[in-house]
């Protein structure tokens, strides 16, 4: 079963932000980084228990290739998965847990 898919509006901007940084960096790295976030999504919305969870029910994935973490809940009343936050494993940790 794929889960259907929220988001935070917080996460956009995320993505956005990280889009403009890479794209500053090298021309189409910011493709690279899209196709890296949307391939973990559709990881985590496939099995999204497959990964732990970190702090209250949030559960964390990785992805593969950039060093950004999706940082989800699964709302099992609505049948869905809820992405809070989209962030570079380096950063606040405190970001996603203010959300």
């Not at 079963?1 to 794209?23: E, G, I, P, Q």
């Not at 009343?77 to 570079?88: C, K, N, S």
């Amino acid at each position: 079963m794929a889960w259907k898919l929220a988001y935070y509006d917080a996460v956009k901007l995320d993505v956005s932000n990280a889009k403009d940084w890479y794209r500053k960096r090298q021309k189409g790295l910011e493709k690279r980084f899209a196709d890296d976030v949307k391939k973990c999504i559709n990881r985590l919305q496939k099995n999204p228990y497959h990964y732990e969870i970190k702090y209250r029910q949030v559960r964390t994935a990785l992805c593969a290739i950039f060093p950004y973490a999706i940082h989800f809940y699964v709302d099992e009343a609505a049948g869905q998965l809820v992405i809070i936050a989209i962030v570079h494993q380096h950063r606040d940790p405190d970001i996603s847990l203010n959300r």
